[in-house]
């Protein structure tokens, strides 16, 4: 999944235009950017709860606009956690990470902030199943949190 966030034309103004694509499907994302791009005639920010491996900044210089992006990390990009045993996934949060720091080094002299913001664990859709496969995780998990408790993705955003 993929947000789009584009802001008003009004510098103090925070609206943003949220919209959701897959972002596995690069021609149904370039098109939900066109769209976004084309109505408001500049794009500001992108947040990606997902890797992305090709995101539509050329776009963005199209309209000559600073912006920022967003790439949300889970904590398995940083540490093996305990629980289910998944290398493919936690490799996966770890690269975003370093994309991240390339796209900041890269692109922050220019005109895009990038930041990896990391939350710990968050009952997310595939959450559930885990803790029904080991009930034994959830107290291991809630431990690690900062709250002592597993969050949910409103309190997040």
């Given at each position: ?115 990896r913001p990391c939350p ?38």
């Amino acid at each position: 999944m993929v947000n789009l966030l584009v802001n008003d034309r009004n510098p103090h103004a925070n609206s943003a235009t949220p919209a959701e694509c897959d972002i596995r499907n690069n021609e149904q994302l370039d098109s939900l950017t066109l769209k976004i791009a084309a109505q408001n005639q500049r794009l500001d920010g992108l947040i990606a709860a997902a890797g992305v491996q090709d995101p539509p900044l050329p776009r963005w210089h199209e309209y000559h606009c600073p912006g920022s992006m967003i790439l949300i990390v889970p904590m398995s990009g940083f540490v093996a956690n305990e629980g289910p045993i998944n290398p493919v996934y936690n490799s996966s949060k770890a690269a975003v990470i370093q994309l991240g720091r390339n796209l900041a080094m890269e692109w922050g002299k220019e005109w895009i902030r990038v930041n990896r913001p990391c939350p710990g664990h968050i009952i997310t859709p595939m959450v559930p199943k885990n803790l029904e496969d080991d009930p034994s995780w959830k107290g291991s998990w809630e431990k690690e949190n900062m709250l002592g408790r597993l969050s949910t993705p409103e309190e997040y955003v």
